[in-house]
C-alpha cells in the first residue's frame, strides 16, 4: 500500500502562485507515475498534470498548459505542482495520485491511478 499525503494549499488571490507537493512511502519512483487531479463541487475529477517513473516526461491540461509545472525529487520520494496566474477557475480539492506504468508513460484517466491522497483545497478568490 502506497501512502501519499499532500501539502501546500491554501487560499491565494487571482494572479498568485502556489506550491502543491506531494509525499510517497514507500518509494514510489522506480514503479509508479505521478499525477494531479483536482476536483471542484459539483464536477467530475480531471486531470491537471503528470510526470513518468523517471520523471523525464510530463503532460498537462491544456487548461493550465504554461501555468502550472509538475516536478519530481526521486531522493525524496516528492512531486511537487507548482501553480502560476491563479484564477477562481482553479479552484478545487487537488488530488496526488499514483499508477503502476511503463517506462516514460504518463497516464491523463483517472482508471490506470491506484493510489490517491486525501486531497488539499486550493482557493482562489478575491
Known amino acids: 500500500q502506497v501512502q501519499l499525503v499532500e501539502s501546500g494549499g491554501g487560499m491565494v488571490q487571482p494572479g498568485d502562485s502556489l506550491r502543491l507537493s506531494c509525499v510517497a512511502s514507500?518509494?514510489?519512483?522506480?514503479?509508479?507515475?505521478m499525477a494531479w487531479f483536482r476536483q471542484a463541487p459539483g464536477n467530475e475529477r480531471e486531470f491537471v498534470a503528470g510526470?513518468?517513473?523517471?520523471?523525464?516526461?510530463?503532460k498537462y491540461a491544456d487548461s493550465v498548459e504554461g501555468r502550472f509545472t509538475i516536478s519530481r525529487e526521486s531522493h525524496r520520494n516528492t512531486v511537487h505542482l507548482q501553480m502560476g496566474s491563479l484564477t477562481a477557475e482553479d479552484t478545487a480539492v487537488y488530488y496526488c495520485?499514483?499508477?503502476?506504468?511503463?517506462?516514460?508513460?504518463?497516464?491523463?484517466?483517472?482508471?490506470?491511478?491506484?493510489?490517491w491522497g486525501r486531497g488539499i483545497q486550493v482557493n482562489v478568490s478575491s
Open positions: 495520485a499514483a499508477a503502476p506504468v511503463l517506462p516514460g508513460a504518463v497516464k491523463t484517466d483517472v482508471l490506470p491511478y491506484q493510489y
Open positions: 514507500p518509494r514510489t519512483d522506480e514503479m509508479y507515475g
Open positions: 510526470i513518468s517513473r523517471g520523471g523525464t516526461k510530463t
